[in-house]
RNA sequence: CGGGGUGUAGCUCAGCCUGGCAGAGCGCUUCGUUCGGGACGAAGAGGCCCCCAGUUCAAAUCUGGGCACCCCGACCA
């Protein structure tokens, strides 16, 4: 490709409201231009690198044994209303109505669409076990579009279903995408870390996330450098920090005036935060819950949403606390009657507590569970910070911020059961067809392929995304000898299989050499008349600055070396 | 949805407080010089000052309303 026709501005600086390495160096280099929030344009230097990831994916899924389909991105909202998700979406599913006013909706993933097509193409358990898979245009009306292909309300992602006939079938299903991910983001340069998941109110078993490690993600994660435990915070378990020893002694009503929060009163009693019984309140599919906590822990509210089995649940503000009957500041489960209670297991098993009595102004001392109150659900709901003990071998975990690459879920029958997937087994009885969902965001690996792959100069792309394997820069292009050598180099590429972007433009040897930084090719070969003195063309690794004159017919060799070496 | 910020040339921004000719740098066009790290000179083109309403002799500037974009949070199969 020449750069003379290549459609493509670089920037000399970024819009300045893009904060992100990756946004700021996908705007610099032209690689994508913002149509409205959450919506960008691919110009052909940024949609070839899409194109690459994607082809990678397409043959790491191909060699995993899945297979290749097409679904609508557009779907009528039957469909949705069927698995009961047109409600659950909320308004994160974009609708729309066609000409006779029937409902639709922009497909944000497709476990209902797939399902529809497996229900009417899977009969028998001989037509198990199958995996399918596509890479399709996704619609999300997100309440905040951010990060430049962070977060993007129409973007790409590769999804693929597996259909099993049963858990250990759908295991092996499951281990064979996962190596497949494992491959496919060694491939894009991007360092992700398997993480284990919440999977959600959907039920399934297990979900792990392929997390991309960065300070600017959304998504906290919990790592244990003792054994390897990875977990996202919704999920991680750990092991709280033991309670101190409790006092035997009866309950006994304190005035504690004013002390409103777990800091103030233990400050004022002269206890540890460890010592007292936190109260918060949440509302969970619209009733009040009462959840006791012990103070120096948080609540880990997928957790409380879990073990509530609700679809949603939300802190409640002291307004509404209060018209639920709540003293805030002073609340306590000793007495308490009228709401539901939780109680995390860090209150149930630690004796002599500071709670709340329910009187403005007063806590009781010496609170035991099982003595003094009881909850009608106890369950670990506490949420894992940095410096807790991990649960498998007692090391410190550390939390890191990421941003979530690549999602592999055993789904189970859920969707199999509404949307009627079923299959005939040996004994002709008909079964839910075990599934697992993969997904991976394309734009996403792409913004991480840049934010993990880059210097103050530019992109520094892994060879296997790069939009061109070579970058030729050619200086003094009106001189003979140049346009020759300039065209013997390219025959050579091309023979190789190696291809290349040719900065023939009429611009100053600085820009050309600042576009090639900025644009970030692994190798950039320089073909001018110092260069032809000296022998042959100058060959530049992008990554590590070397240069070397290399006479042309043995550049494509040099090239595929220098682009293939590991980092 | 809550909080904060920003909307002026393709990009980065000044001008706004204190109303009075629409500005700079970069980019773009033309000519000349230059030609291995974002060169130099000269001449040009380019504007719905986010939108609507109001105040005023006069609004980019003041007032009200709206919209968009960015950041933080909530949310995120």
Redesign the pocket.
């Known amino acids: 490709m020449r750069m003379s026709r290549l459609l493509l501005?670089?920037?000399?600086?970024?819009?300045?409201?893009?904060?992100?390495a990756s946004?700021r160096l996908l705007l610099?280099a032209g690689l994508v231009m913002?149509l409205?929030?959450?919506l960008y344009c691919f110009t052909p230097l940024g949609w070839r690198t899409l194109r690459r990831i994607e082809n990678i994916i397409r043959e790491e899924m191909d060699r995993s044994g899945a297979q290749e389909i097409h679904l609508p991105a557009l779907h009528p909202i039957e469909l949705w209303e069927q698995s009961g998700?047109a409600e659950?979406?909320?308004q994160?599913l974009f609708r729309l109505a066609d000409r006779k006013e029937r409902g639709f909706a922009l497909g944000?993933?497709h476990e209902e669409a797939v399902s529809f097509l497996a229900a009417r193409s899977i009969q028998s358990y001989r037509d198990l076990p199958v995996t399918l898979y596509q890479i399709q245009t996704k619609f999300?009306d997100?309440?905040?579009?951010?990060?430049?292909l962070i977060?993007l309300r129409e973007f790409i992602?590769k999804?693929a279903y597996s259909f099993d006939a049963g858990w250990d079938a759908l295991d092996e299903s499951y281990q064979l995408a996962f190596d497949a991910y494992v491959r496919i983001f060694a491939r894009a340069g991007v360092p992700v870390v398997p993480v284990a998941a919440d999977s959600?109110a959907?039920g399934g078993k297990d979900s792990q996330e392929f997390v991309f490690l960065s300070e600017?993600g959304?998504?906290e994660v919990l790592l244990c450098p003792g054994c390897g435990y990875a977990a996202n915070a919704e999920k991680a378990e750990f092991r709280a920090p033991p309670p101190l020893p409790g006092d035997a002694a009866p309950m006994e009503k304190v005035p504690t005036p004013g002390q409103k929060t777990i800091a103030e009163l233990a400050n004022f009693l002269g206890l540890e935060r460890r010592q007292t019984c936190k109260a918060v309140f949440y509302r969970a599919d619209g009733r009040p819950v009462f959840v006791a906590i012990r103070g120096d822990l948080e609540v880990n509210?997928t957790k409380l949403k879990n073990v509530l089995k609700a679809r949603?649940v939300?802190a409640l503000d002291d307004a509404a606390a209060r018209a639920a009957g709540l003293i805030p500041g002073s609340a306590g489960p000793v007495g308490l009657t009228g709401i539901e209670v939780v109680a995390d297991s860090s209150v149930t098993g630690a004796g002599g507590l500071v709670a709340g009595a329910n009187e403005d102004g007063y806590h009781y001392l010496n609170v035991s569970y099982g003595r003094d109150w009881n909850a009608g659900v106890v369950a670990g709901i506490a949420l894992a910070r940095a410096g807790d003990a991990c649960l498998q071998c007692g090391a410190e975990l550390e939390t890191r911020r990421g941003i979530e690459m690549g999602?592999v879920?055993k789904l189970g029958t859920v969707y199999a059961e509404s949307m009627g997937v079923t299959y005939l087994d040996e004994s002709g009885q008909r079964q839910p067809v075990v599934m697992g969902?993969y997904?991976i965001?394309l734009e996403r690996m792409l913004a991480a392929a840049i934010e993990a792959n880059h210097d103050e100069?530019g992109i520094i792309w892994p060879p296997e995304v790069a939009p061109y394997d070579v970058h030729i820069v050619a200086?003094?292009l009106d001189q003979a000898p140049v346009a020759e050598a300039l065209a013997a180099l390219e025959a050579a590429l091309a023979e190789a299989g190696l291809s290349a972007l040719i900065d023939d433009r009429d611009?100053?040897?600085?820009?050309k050499?600042?576009?090639?930084?900025?644009l970030g090719m692994p190798v950039r070969v320089?073909v001018?008349?110092?260069?032809l003195e000296k022998g042959g063309v100058?060959l530049?690794a992008r990554r590590t600055g070397e240069?070397t004159i290399v006479r042309i017919e043995e550049m494509p060799g040099a090239a595929r070396q220098v682009a293939t070496r590991p980092r």
Request: aromatic share 2%; net charge negative; charged share 35%.
């Open positions: 501005k670089t920037l000399r600086e970024p819009p300045a409201d893009a904060e992100l946004h610099r913002p409205a929030a959450g998700r659950a979406m909320g994160t944000p993933t999300r997100e309440a905040r579009p951010r990060g430049g977060r992602m999804d959600g959907i600017t959304e998504d509210e949603e939300e999602h879920f969902c997904g965001g100069n200086l003094n611009e100053s040897a600085g820009i050499f600042k576009d090639a930084d900025l320089t001018s008349p110092r260069a100058e530049r240069t």
